[in-house]
């Protein structure tokens, strides 16, 4: 196997971990180790909360994207633009839901913060998409990266392994959607930007 098919492998394992369907999983599991005052709760409350997040805003957008694949007009890679809109609706929906779930969990509001956020990036790119084909993946991560940044300013706190981790990850993340030809660089920078700053002015306000 030469360089280039290592390279290109490598990619995509690196686009698949860091799919847009497991970040706000990722997301969670992160915050309840980070070390913030809220991150402490019983463990029975903690599993709940993942297993909602989970199906919620992976399983369930999976399984969508999947039933659209039986239309023959659906690329399921969605390397165009418009193949993304439906995905991208049906998934802000269950993001609601997921959400609407964690509304009535007597929890501290950060991570219902953290699932209408993530349902604003997720609209956002909707609108984006229609015209042009930004990156869902360097969204994902890039507003991962701006709630824990604003997290620790706000919260006069320093989890360096996980910030460290997110700008390592979004390093990678954006290096692996060049490699494999499905972004340019502004297409990447974009979608950083856009999930980065929807994140850091939602948790501004909290």
């Known amino acids: 196997m030469n360089y280039n098919k290592i390279l290109t492998q490598t990619a995509r394992i690196m686009s698949a971990v860091f799919h847009p369907l497991l970040i706000p999983t990722i997301g969670f599991v992160l915050l309840f180790n980070s070390g913030f005052y809220f991150s402490i709760l ?10 909602t997040v989970f199906l919620s805003t992976c ?10 694949s039986l239309n023959p007009r659906f690329d399921i890679r969605m390397e165009k633009n418009t193949d993304r ?12 839901v997921g959400y609407m ?18 349902i604003l990036v997720q609209i956002t790119l909707l609108f984006v998409t229609i015209r042009w084909k930004i990156s869902a993946h360097a969204a994902a991560i890039g507003g991962l990266l701006g709630g824990f940044l604003m997290l620790s300013f706000r919260l006069q706190e320093n989890p360096v392994w996980i910030l460290s981790s997110l700008f390592l990850a979004a390093g990678i993340v954006g290096t692996a959607r060049l490699i494999l030809g499905k972004h340019t660089v502004s297409q990447v920078s974009a979608g950083f930007l856009l999930g980065f700053t929807i994140m850091v002015m939602t948790f501004s306000y909290i």
């Open 42 to 51: 019983p463990w029975s409350v903690v599993k709940f909360i993942l297993l």
């Open 59 to 68: 399983v369930l957008p999976a399984i969508s994207i999947l039933i659209l």
């Open 101 to 118: 779930i964690l509304q009535k969990l007597p929890v501290y509001p950060i991570y219902k913060f953290f699932l209408i956020a993530s």
């Open 85 to 96: 809109i439906m995905p991208l609706i049906l998934s802000s929906a269950f993001y609601y």
